[in-house]
C-alpha cells in the first residue's frame, strides 16, 4: 500500500472525526455507518475470492450479543472488554462456520450462509428467556477504556473509537491482501484449480479470509450495540446481510476503504430519504442505488480512481464485479 493512500485514509479519517467534534448530531450517524461499514468490510475480503455471503450478519449479531452477556455478566463492563469478548464470540462461530461453507463455491456458499444466519435469528428470537426475544439485549453504558463518561462525551469517544477502528481496519486488510494468504484468496477468484495444484489448500485460504472477514464484522456488531444499548434479533436477519453486500458494492468491492465510503453514502441517502420523502423513501434509496451501479458498475471509489488516476494505476486495480458472473469455473456449482 503507498504512502499516498495511506495519507489519504488518515486525512479522511481526521475529517470525519473533525466533523463528529464540530457537529454534535453527525454522531450516531458516523458510528452507525463505521459499524455497517466494518461488516461490509467483511464482504469486501470474501469478494476478492469471488464468493459473497448472504447471512454475513449472524457475525454482526453474535458478537453484540456476546459483549451483552458479558456486561450483564459483570454488571457493567468496559468497551476494550466488549470488543474482545465480541471478536472471540465471532471468531469461534464463523471457525465452526466456515468448516461447512468453505467446502461450497457460487450461490451454494452464499445461501449455506443465508441459512446459518437465519437459524440463529430464529434462536435469539426464541430463547426469550436468554436472548430477550423481539425485545433483544439491554445493554448498560460501557466504561471508555477506563473513563466512565456522560452521553455525550460516550458518544464523541465511540465516534473517535469507531474512525479510529474503522481506519485499523481497512489499513490491516490492505496489508493482509498484500500477504500470500490475501494473493492466494485471490487466486480462488482466478484459478482455484492452478492454485491446488502448487500445493496451497483452497479450503484453508478462504477459511481464514472467512475468519478475518467475520472479525471486522464483529467489531461493527460491538460498536452498533454499545451505541444504542441494545442488540437485537435484527441484527442477524438476512435484510441486514443484504444491506452489508449492497454497502459493500455501492462503494467499490475491490477496495478495503469503499466498504465506509459505501456505508456514509448509503446511510446519508437513507437518512435524508426518510426525512424529506417520508412516503417514498425506500423508492428514492432505491433509485440511487440502482443509479450508481448501472453508471458506476466499479463503485463509488471505483468511479473515483477511473476519473482522477493515471492510466496504469487503472490498470492496476484489481476487478471489483459482482463474482456470480465471474467466478473461477473449476469445480465452481458444486462441492468442492
Known sequence: MGARNIVLLVTAAVLLAAVAWLLPWTRTFLVIAMSKGLAALGIVILLRAGQVSFGHAMFFAVSAYAAGFASRMLGGTDIAVMLAVGIAAAAVLSLVVGLFVVRYRQIFFGMLNLAFSMVLYSILEKFFEITGGSDGLRLSRPSMFGLVLQRNDFDLM?????????????????????????????????????????????????????????????????????????????????????????????????????????????????IYAAAFANDIWELVLGLVIIGIILFAPRGLVGLAVETFASPRKREAVPDGSVPMTNAAPAKGSAEQ
Do not use: M
Open 158 to 270: 465511540l465516534v473517535f473509537l469507531s474512525i479510529a477502528l474503522a481506519l485499523g481496519a481497512t489499513l490491516a486488510v490492505q496489508v493482509y491482501f498484500a500477504s500470500s494468504y490475501g494473493q492466494a484468496l485471490r487466486a480462488i477468484k482466478s484459478n482455484e484449480t492452478r492454485l491446488e495444484y502448487i500445493g496451497v489448500s483452497a479450503r484453508l485460504v478462504l477459511l481464514i479470509g472467512y475468519v478475518v472477514s467475520a472479525v471486522t464484522g464483529a467489531i461493527g456488531g460491538v460498536l452498533l450495540a454499545a451505541l444504542q444499548g441494545l442488540a437485537s434479533p435484527s441484527f442477524s436477519y438476512w435484510i441486514q446481510s443484504g444491506e452489508f453486500v449492497f454497502i459493500a458494492i455501492l462503494g467499490g468491492s475491490a477496495f478495503p476503504a469503499g466498504a465506509f465510503v459505501g456505508a456514509l453514502v448509503y446511510e446519508g441517502v437513507r
